[in-house]
């Protein structure tokens, strides 16, 4: 009899673990989509070049497609005050000027939030943030003042900086690197000489082994539950940025609505495969509200600018296939109508934004040619025929390797054209650089 309880009981918690969401985290049913300005303006950013970029993704109506989320990067504060209170760089964010030299960003979120967008902000779990370590003396925008005034990182501050950005702030969203605990090691040069103090290192790059992965993951499961006691709703959005060091696929999920996968993007074309290898090769743990994060988006910079329109479709299409963030990482004032059509066409947004949430798995892999495939809510697939190489080739898919038994409809979803049945398998030309994406059904 005991048994028989003690095994019902057994069964009934396993059938609560998996049919409860995993309950940490905010809120990202489907993966997010706006806009950060690391790409573009580094920490030359100013409230200016943000708010120019907003009035863009309404005019163009790309915030209508679903660019949303205005976020900031690095380079907003301007030091910590002696009683913890971050103190906004005004000279970059005139607003957050406040007669009691408070500093405070609501005006800036309230000015988002108006114009029906949401608004971001970016932190670090540790004391000091990545340009830093990374910036020298000269990079623009780095706090200022003593050591301590210098520490604007999370790192004893949690509930203190959490309050302020989700309490008083109202941010929507928080992008948090990991930097502190990775860069600043007693070895390094401007830790020996005093201008900041150490910490760790709990993330050595390249040296998994000497790794602190626990300590960590805790951190960030710290913050985050520093963020919940302001907002229990959890309606917001937070954004894991370790890089895919840490061990962060294996919890990451539980931590964040989404987590870098590897190091920063650039705008060649090589960084945006790597980058989108290191998400596309760990389908295991996305799903509605949990999402591998490959970095920005390089579209309308570099390899991926207006004379590269193929590139930024093949980027556009990776990324949607395999359910990734679309942030775009571009001046989009500076667009020209033919990237804003890359970024805003909306079949490859549905794709992306699938309310099923499922990822993109690999399904082939020869030479230069990839195929990638993701189930759809519907029933259909999108399918996504990459081509890595700088060479013209041919990609071949079967109906049965995709799950199809019967014949099949497809729709290009770049050429918008109609939906052609198809009976064993689909075989496409590809250009240079080229993927096609396409939508494939079961014939009604
Ligand atoms: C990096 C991060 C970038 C950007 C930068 C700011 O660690 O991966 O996306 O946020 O820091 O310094």
């Known amino acids: 009899m005991l048994k028989k309880v003690t095994l019902s009981l057994g069964a009934a918690a396993l059938a609560l673990m998996f049919a409860s969401p995993v309950l940490a985290a905010g809120t990202a049913p489907v993966p997010p989509m706006g806009w950060n300005p690391w790409n573009a303006f580094g920490t030359g950013v100013t409230e200016e070049r943000i708010l120019a ?8 109506g790309l915030a209508d497609a679903g660019y949303r989320y205005v976020n900031m990067d690095d380079g907003w504060w301007l030091k910590r005050r002696a009683d913890g209170r971050i103190v906004v760089r005004t000279s970059i964010f005139p607003s957050a000027a406040t007669p009691d030299g408070n500093t405070s960003l609501r005006p800036f ?6 114009m029906g967008l949401k608004a971001g902000l970016y932190t670090d779990i540790g004391r000091n943030a990545c ?17 301590a005034e210098r520490e604007i990182g999370s790192y004893g501050h949690q509930a203190q900086d ?5 309490g008083e702030w109202r941010f929507d969203y928080i992008k948090v690197d990991a930097c502190g605990p990775a860069d600043f090691q007693p070895a390094k040069a401007f830790v020996k000489d005093g201008t900041y103090r150490a910490l760790g290192p709990w993330i050595v790059r390249g040296k998994p082994n000497a790794r602190d992965n626990a300590r960590i993951e805790n951190l960030y499961a710290s913050l ?5 006691a302001v907002r229990p709703r959890r309606d917001y959005v ?28 650039n705008a060649h074309w090589k960084s945006m495969l790597d980058n989108f290898d290191s998400a596309a090769g760990h389908p ?9 994060d490959p970095d920005m988006l390089e579209i309308g910079n570099g390899d991926f600018d207006a004379d590269h329109l193929t590139e930024a479709r093949a980027h556009m299409s990776m990324w949607a296939v395999i359910a990734a963030p679309l942030l775009l990482g571009s001046d989009v004032t500076k667009w020209p109508q033919s990237l804003i059509d890359i970024a805003g066409n909306r079949e ?15 399904v082939s892999r020869a030479g230069d040619t990839e195929v990638v495939a993701k189930p759809l809510a519907d029933g259909s697939r999108a399918v996504a025929l990459i081509n890595r190489g700088s060479g013209a080739v041919t990609a071949s898919v079967t109906l049965k390797q995709l799950g199809f038994d019967g014949a099949v409809t497809v729709r290009d979803v770049w050429a918008h054209s109609d939906a052609t049945p198809v009976y064993d398998g689909i075989t496409v030309s590809l250009a240079a650089h080229e993927t096609k994406l396409l939508r494939v059904g079961k014939t009604q």
């Not at 970029?53 to 163009?60: C, E, F, G, I, R």
């Not at 539980?254 to 190091?263: A, C, I």
């Not at 490859?348 to 690999?362: L, M, N």
């Open 162 to 166: 959490m309050k302020l950005i989700f």
């Open 131 to 147: 340009s830093q370590a990374w910036g020298g003396k000269t990079a623009a925008n780095l706090p200022e003042g003593s050591t």
């Open 109 to 114: 979120t309230d000015h988002l939030h108006a």
């Open 53 to 60: 970029v907003a009035d863009t993704l309404k005019k163009s």
């Open 238 to 265: 937070f954004s894991i940025c370790s890089w895919g060091e840490a061990g962060v696929q294996a919890w990451g999920y539980k931590r964040g609505n989404l987590w870098r996968t590897s190091e920063d993007i």
């Open 224 to 228: 985050d539950a520093a963020i919940a």
């Open 348 to 362: 490859v947004i549905a794709i992306d934004q699938d309310p099923a949430g499922h990822p993109g798995k690999i």
């Open 284 to 292: 295991e743990t996305v799903g509605p509200g949990h999402w591998n």
